[in-house]
């Protein structure tokens, strides 16, 4: 049923592998995607991946330095396969642990790991145990439920309930139930949550006190039956459980008008009103004399109001896991505990790395990473080192701290070649315009940006083109005739061979965009010109008319690079941006390959000091390289990313 | 007398020398003391002295100065056959290979009458990991073997020629002038370029390289980085102007048999054992 399992290191040499019967590709091509995608790019929170038509589901072994990759049909829905590659994982340690302790590859490459019998051994024993587990056997009529449950309380009577007794058999959850209500013990309260309405009682089989009983035990118990599953023994008539809430009853009752006059029983009957009464005055006695003296401080307001508010606000955990390590390190045996995580070589647990991963997370949302790309970092950076057995002097939270830095690091460095002036003069060499587009959200700095990256061009002798496809702001093609004339003001004609180094291609307002881009590209490549530069207009990323209309920009136009502009500003919202501006371009593509945004633009950069956490969340989200820097609004504040700076940044307490 | 001077410190030269005064009758009972020991305890002493120096000097030169370099590194493009040759190198063996995530390194004989040993390191190709992992290791490196695909090459040659631009203009190696081989792999494949070729487009592309990567953006803090000229200006580039000694050699680390047979990597071993 598998297609193949594989054993290799972390160097690259595979030490073991398997071919399932009848599967003739190699499984190098996707075992390959497999740790490109996911192991290199820090999303190894979730072990299984897809590859066409294939599942594979991975585990690292991080003592050792190993990878143990499973592969199957996706169709297949295989149960045991988790368990299996643990299996697999501990039976190949305990087997060559002798090999595998030396460091060095050189025992790796020399030896000839024979594990096909126990593997074949312990694949029947997987099967076998997932088809055991297939199989129930049906129930004898005696051990059902329904025996055990007397004719009498089956018999439906006509007030539409259903009253059973409850000797002798289990709770069910009886939603269809509608508990009567008698009028004489009934006092204030909300509605029971799972919201049976209360009907009225008309007849009844058993007297209206019984019923009543019955029914008030019955919904307690539904309050508290998901932790236990006791069946309930009331042979006593009086209820012993503390009520929480009653329920209120509706309707004409017939009763005096002494059931409507709810002030008497405020005080006893019901304890939340009680409570509510209280809690106002308590209320209000701090706010008369709150405001006395002088104004406090913001900063003493917020922690106050939040402390009394909001308990399980996360905001203040900062305080809560410094008094929980500092419990950890008041008591003695966390002294030695302390003194032995120092000395010696132990293996990481997950539980070790929690709170150190707990506070990395904060830190992290804290400096401007959004909040599920934080977690799912901090996930595949545990996944990463459990098991790892740490060198001597080396703390838990320096390790998981050098881990988290590595991992950032190779999150920002680029997957592939950054040069835009080589690729250009690629493109000039071979007569045709490098076309670059830029797109983004209202208001990010699309055209500032293009007029600093048309004078960066410029400064290296390229002609550009821009092309105003911004039909729709007012005064945005007035933006760029400005910048065009200031460019080909500081680098006049002359110097440049007598043309004009920048020149604008525009329609006007209310066109279709496609149309123009399309047009200023047939343009460019009839005057020679070496770039093409193309200004879209803002778009939010949930508007669907905008994002089909710049896919179809895109898709016609098949520019060279199609740059998302977003600032270094924006927070959680990165994330949903590109995200929507990608399954856009990808549904409104006509081909299998679509054109799906290739690098960023991060603008506003000398706005943020150290919160530079929306570089990587961008960057993770798309797995694109981050191309250009924005840094302020003249011409010169254009930079590429220092990987290492920014990372030391966002570390930085 | 003390409290004179402390109390009138207001920065003047009679304050100084005021301050000079107090010190000198116990110069004076030191200077006396000195004279009275016997000379040979003094000698003792300045000997002691001297020797505590002369150490210290020394363990600062033998610090400072270059640590040993044995290692020879493998570094190229991803998937060009970095594993492969590095696992032909140590046994011969012929081993399947996935992309690598981390180094590896094992120590290595040279052919050679010496029989020297070198540490020969296996780094990962990837893009992402390649910066970090040439950082850690370039300062120990004693030879680099830069290993091309050669049958892809004119795709690739683009990224080729900046990986190895990125090499060449590197202070510390610039600086510590290891043995460069270019290793032409996959030459099995029958469309493999040759050597000779392999070399001249590289040239023609570093050329290029020059002009562009001057002209590249600095980063955010200001930092540009490898400010190294490569060749003579003026002049095109060739490998021969580099201070490096360059070699081109062709390999199959798959060999022309298949997996079975062994693989064509004399030269290189050759060239590895002239190091």
């Not at chain 1, 259903?162 to 009934?186: D, Q």
């Not at chain 1, 920002?412 to 950054?418: E, I, S």
């Not at chain 2, 400072?64 to 290692?71: E, F, I």
């Not at chain 2, 052919?111 to 296996?122: F, L, P």
Request: aromatic share 6%; net charge neutral; charged share 25%.
């Amino acid at each position: 049923m598998l297609d193949f399992f594989t054993i290799f290191s972390k160097g690259g040499i595979v030490l073991w592998c398997f071919q399932g019967a009848g599967v003739t590709e190699s499984f190098t091509g996707p075992v390959n995607a497999l740790i490109r995608s996911v192991i290199l790019q820090e999303r190894s929170g979730n072990n299984s991946y897809t590859h066409e038509a294939l599942s594979l589901k991975y585990k690292l072994d991080n003592e050792f330095e190993l990878i143990f990759v499973v592969g199957f049909q996706k169709i297949l829905t295989l149960t045991y396969v988790d368990k299996f590659i643990d299996d697999i994982q501990l039976h190949f340690r305990d087997r060559y642990k002798n090999e595998l302790e030396q460091k060095g590859a050189l025992k790796l490459i020399q030896n000839n790991f024979e594990f096909d019998d126990d593997f074949k051994m312990l694949l029947r024993e997987a099967e076998e145990s997932s088809k055991a587990r297939n199989h129930a056997t049906m129930r004898t009529f005696k051990e059902s439920e329904k025996s055990q449950k007397t004719v009498k309380s089956m018999i439906e009577t006509k007030g539409g309930e259903k009253v059973k007794e409850p000797g002798g058999k289990k709770n069910k959850n009886t939603k269809k139930e509608s508990p009567a209500a008698e009028p004489v013990k009934v006092d204030q309260g909300k509605a029971s949550s799972s919201g049976p309405k209360v009907v009225e009682n008309g007849n009844q089989g058993l007297t209206p006190e019984e019923i009543v009983q019955k029914n008030r035990e019955k919904f307690i118990l539904k309050r508290t039956m998901v932790p236990t599953a006791k069946p309930i023994h009331s042979k006593s008539p009086k209820p012993q459980k503390p009520k929480e809430k009653q329920m209120r009853v509706w309707g004409d009752r017939g009763s005096s008008t002494k059931e409507l006059d709810y002030s008497g029983r405020n005080g006893d009957g019901s304890q939340n009103g009680g409570d509510q009464n209280q809690e106002a005055h308590i209320d209000l006695g701090m706010q008369l004399s709150s405001m006395k003296g002088d104004l406090l401080s913001v900063d003493y307001e917020t922690s106050e109001e939040e402390e009394m508010e909001v308990e399980e606000e996360e905001k203040v955990v900062i305080s809560e896991t410094s008094k929980t390590s500092s419990k950890k390190g008041g008591g003695f045996g966390g002294m030695f505990g302390m003194l032995k995580g120092l000395v010696g070589s132990k293996s990481l647990t997950r539980e070790d790395m929690e709170s150190v991963l707990e506070k990395m997370r904060e830190h992290l949302i804290a400096k401007n990473v959004a909040a599920d790309i934080s977690s799912q970092l901090c996930d595949s950076v545990a996944k990463k080192l459990e098991g790892k057995v740490m060198g001597t002097f080396t703390t838990v939270a320096s390790t998981v701290k050098q881990a988290l830095q590595d991992s950032l690091v190779q999150i920002l460095q680029p997957k592939r070649r950054v040069d835009i002036l080589r690729d250009v003069m690629e493109a000039q060499s071979q007569r045709k315009p490098f076309v670059i587009t830029f797109c983004g959200v209202n208001g990010v700095g699309k055209s500032t940006n293009l007029a600093k990256i048309s004078f960066w061009l410029i400064e290296n002798g390229f002609t550009v083109l821009i092309a105003a496809c911004d039909t729709f702001r007012a005064g945005a093609v007035e933006q760029l005739r400005t910048h065009q004339r200031r460019l080909n003001s500081l680098h006049p004609p002359q110097q440049h061979g007598g043309r004009p180094v920048v020149q604008l291609y525009e329609k006007g307002y209310g066109k279709d965009a496609a149309g123009i881009a399309m047009e200023a590209i047939a343009y460019a490549r009839n005057q020679a010109f070496d770039v093409v530069l193309v200004d879209t207009a803002g778009r939010m990323q949930d508007n669907a008319p905008l994002m089909t209309a710049l896919a179809k920009l895109i898709a016609l136009n098949m520019p060279d690079l199609v740059l998302f502009v977003g600032e270094a500003l924006v927070g959680n919202e990165a994330v949903d941006q590109l995200v929507k501006f990608n399954q856009a371009l990808a549904d409104h593509s006509m081909s299998d390959k679509p054109r799906l945004i290739d690098g960023i633009v991060l603008t506003k950069f000398d706005t943020i000091d150290d919160k530079v956490g929306a570089a990587i969340s961008m960057t993770y989200i798309t797995g694109q390289p981050i191309v250009f820097v924005g840094t302020g609004q003249t011409y010169n504040d254009l930079r590429s990313l220092n990987a290492r700076a920014v990372v030391s940044a966002l570390m930085k307490a | 007398m003390e409290a004179d001077s402390t109390g009138g410190n207001m920065g003047g030269k009679a304050d100084v020398e005021m301050a000079e005064n107090p010190f000198e009758p116990y110069i004076e009972s030191l200077r006396q003391q000195l004279e009275d020991q016997d000379p040979v305890f003094l000698i003792g002493v300045i000997v002691a002295l001297a020797v505590i120096v002369i150490t210290c000097v020394f363990l600062k030169y033998f610090l400072s100065s270059k640590t040993v370099r044995s290692a020879v590194l493998l570094v190229g493009l991803c998937d060009s056959g970095k594993t492969l040759l590095f696992a032909r190198l140590l046994s011969g063996k012929f081993k399947r290979t996935q992309t690598s995530i981390t180094d590896s390194s094992a120590p290595y004989k040279a052919k050679n009458e010496k029989g020297s040993t070198w540490t020969v390191i296996d780094l990962p190709g990837h893009d992402s990991l390649r910066p970090q992992y040439l950082e850690k290791f370039k300062s120990a490196a004693r030879a680099i073997v830069f290993v091309i695909d050669s049958a892809i090459f004119q795709k690739e040659v683009r990224d080729v020629a900046e990986f190895l631009y990125i090499l060449l203009t590197d202070t510390v190696i610039s600086r510590n002038a290891p043995a460069l081989l270019v290793a032409c792999n996959k030459q099995d494949i029958t469309m493999a370029k040759s050597a000779k070729l392999i070399q001249q487009q590289l040239e023609k592309e570093l050329n290029t390289l020059r002009v562009t990567r001057s002209a590249a953006l600095s980063s955010q803090d200001g930092f540009v980085g490898g400010s190294v000229y490569l060749g003579k200006k003026g002049k095109d580039f060739e490998f021969s102007q580099l201070p490096l000694k360059v070699e081109f050699v062709e390999c199959s680390a798959r060999g022309s048999k298949g997996e079975e047979g062994d693989a064509d990597i004399e030269s290189l071993e050759k060239s590895l054992a002239k190091l």
